[in-house]
């Protein structure tokens, strides 16, 4: 049995890699932050678009962040990653993004 290429909300298809829908991941407030990184790293496991913002331990155990691959194909898979991340991070925390932007119009940085 053959699935469709059109990707669903259950997930992707076999053969494609395009953007799910990520109606799962809750809208990300101020008193939702351990859920909603939860649910954008369980979303963006399946296809590896969480290792551009995976941290790991060095060998002293401190945390370091992903570094962009050197080789051009795998740049390219990393860039594929990135931009999908943004989306689903940016889809779910505009909310309290304009709440912050709003109460600190007027503050400094």
């Not at 939702?32 to 060998?59: E, F, G």
């Not at 991070?89 to 007027?106: C, N, P, V």
Request: charge should be neutral; proline fraction near 7%.
């Amino acid at each position: 049995m053959s699935r469709s290429a059109t990707p669903s909300p259950q997930g992707p298809t076999v053969n494609d890699d395009a953007p799910r829908s990520f109606s799962d991941v809750p809208v990300f407030t101020k008193d939702n932050y351990a859920k909603w990184q939860l649910c954008v790293k369980a979303y963006l496991t399946p296809n590896d678009h969480v290792c551009v913002i995976k941290r790991t331990k060095d060998s002293t155990g401190a945390l370091i962040d992903p570094v962009a691959p050197t080789s051009v194909d795998e740049l390219v898979r990393w860039t594929t990653s990135e931009q999908h991340t943004m989306g689903v991070i940016m889809g779910t925390a505009t909310d309290l993004h304009f709440e912050l932007l709003s109460r600190h119009k007027y503050s400094s940085v």
